[in-house]
């Protein structure tokens, strides 16, 4: 299939992160109902439903953009789908810096307004019960599934080198935490001390916008083919230093300058080599660029191009100091 | 059986919320009305539920404020005004309760605290008190009372 890793386990894979997107969207659609209930008027627990509104974004582009993804190169898209993962991968970033940066207003807002959280009764069994002993229920059912969610999530993102699923198990991580804050801001509001309510969530907002930015900033770098960087770590990428390494051993390579661009899932790499002759170039160039998956399992092409000299701007995308 | 799930759930509910004395009032409006034994609510004319237009003000809700002030041992102290008056009174805790028909979906549900509803009226809308916002013990005492106290009262409007 095209668009996936060559390795055994990514088809497997694939077949879990679906199950976990659609597990998601249901597992939000609990939460949301759940909140809702127990909101009743209440405007304090407003915030925590808009997150989860947003995390409805990122499954969704993920299951779309997989699907997209898997279509064949065509006359109109020569390059073929790949980049559709790296655009959820865009809109899945931008989805968790909206959490963040939405946590941070209405908290702030609320601080500034000295808005006092009205938490009042509910009615239960015939009984009237304060509604914050039910808003920990709900809050841990908005935290302890999205937490393992978001684990399994980041298992299955190594495997298909998927960021859009990568981005996604951050919201789920953002969820958690924005929940868990929550959780501490209802205990401070119980105890009679208004504002631990939003200085929670201004607190917790400060970590999620960090991770969104790091990942918008990381994505909108994908789709400006910048030099690859690991899904996780955001460490660099060592393929295209292992790639010019490997080539440059060969024998009938002079110099060689490598350029590798992520689309969506998979690497597509560059060289412009410099031959030290011309006999038997064509039968070189054919061994070395046969098999690029066996390369790399992400790597789904490498095109060599023979110059005589680099031109200007290939010297300047070369490695100053390589490893 | 003599003991079900739902009693023990009850039981543990109401021992949490009961014996622990959780939430509290940020601005300590139970604890004044337990010293000053003063109520302090605005009305706004709004027949039947309110009606103040001359005299101690009377209606459904009126009653019902009484009798909640009787249950915590204070004396009502009457304010007349606009709705929008009232609510901004309400805001700065200048008073603990508004009332003047206000439906659950009232739009001073984002500035004011919304009781739970004691009546339905024959529109099927559901009818509030509205209090002093974050003031959740004293909130939590009144929706109690409230509820205790809802039944039909169809046939106003």
Request: aromatic content about 8%; overall charge neutral; hydrophobic content about 45%.
């Amino acid at each position: 299939m095209r668009s996936l890793p060559a390795q055994p386990e990514a088809e497997a894979e694939l077949k879990k992160a679906h199950r976990l997107a659609w597990l998601t969207l249901l597992y939000n659609c609990t939460a949301i109902a759940m909140l809702f209930v127990v909101m009743g008027g209440s405007q304090a627990l407003k915030t925590e439903l808009t997150g989860e509104l947003l995390s409805f974004i990122p499954p969704v582009l993920f299951l779309v953009g997989d699907r997209i993804s898997r279509r064949e190169p065509n006359e109109r898209y020569p390059f073929g789908y790949e980049r559709a993962v790296s655009a959820g991968y865009v809109g899945s970033a931008v989805a968790l810096l909206g959490v963040g940066a939405y946590l941070l207003v209405d908290g702030a807002m609320k601080l500034v307004m000295q808005e006092h959280p009205t938490i009042g009764g509910f009615p239960i069994f015939g009984h009237v019960i304060w509604t914050g002993w039910l808003a920990y229920g709900v809050l841990l059912w908005s935290a302890i599934p999205a937490f393992f969610l978001g684990r399994a999530k980041r298992r299955a993102a190594e495997t298909l080198h998927d960021k859009t699923l990568a981005a996604d198990a951050e919201i789920n991580t953002a969820d958690w935490q924005s929940a868990t804050a929550a959780m501490i801001g209802i205990t401070g509001v119980g105890l009679g001390y208004w504002w631990t309510d939003s200085v929670a969530a201004v607190l917790i907002s400060l970590e999620i916008i960090r991770s969104g930015w790091s990942e918008l900033r990381t994505s909108l770098g994908d789709i400006a083919d910048r030099r690859p960087l690991a899904l996780l770590s955001k460490d660099e990428e060592p393929l295209p230093d292992m790639l010019a390494q490997s080539l440059r051993r060969r024998k009938w390579v002079k110099d060689v300058v490598v350029r590798v661009r992520e689309r969506g899932r998979e690497f597509t790499a560059e060289a412009h080599v410099i031959p030290v002759g011309e006999d038997g170039l064509l039968d070189h160039i054919r061994k070395a660029s046969a098999n690029p998956r066996g390369i790399d399992p992400r790597l789904a092409e490498l095109t060599i191009a023979p110059v005589q000299e680099f031109p200007k701007d290939i010297e300047k995308a070369r490695r100053r100091a390589p490893a | 059986m003599f003991l079900d799930v739902r009693t023990i759930a009850t039981a543990l509910l109401s021992f949490l919320s009961t014996a622990c004395d959780i939430p509290k009032d940020p601005e300590g409006t139970s604890e004044r009305i337990a010293s000053t034994h003063e109520l302090r609510v605005g009305v706004t004319d709004n027949p039947p539920w309110v009606s103040a237009t001359h005299g101690e003000p009377g209606g459904i809700e009126a009653e019902l404020v009484r009798k909640f002030a009787k249950n915590v041992q204070a004396h009502v102290l009457w304010t007349t005004g606009s709705e929008s008056v009232l609510v901004e009174a309400l805001k700065r805790h200048e008073l603990d309760v508004v009332i003047g028909g206000f439906e659950k979906r009232t739009q001073w549900s984002s500035q004011a605290g919304i009781t739970q509803p004691f009546a339905k009226d024959a529109d099927g809308k559901k009818h509030v008190f509205l209090a002093a916002p974050g003031e959740n013990g004293f909130i939590l005492n009144l929706d109690r009372f409230l509820t205790e106290r809802q039944r039909d009262s169809g046939g106003a409007s």
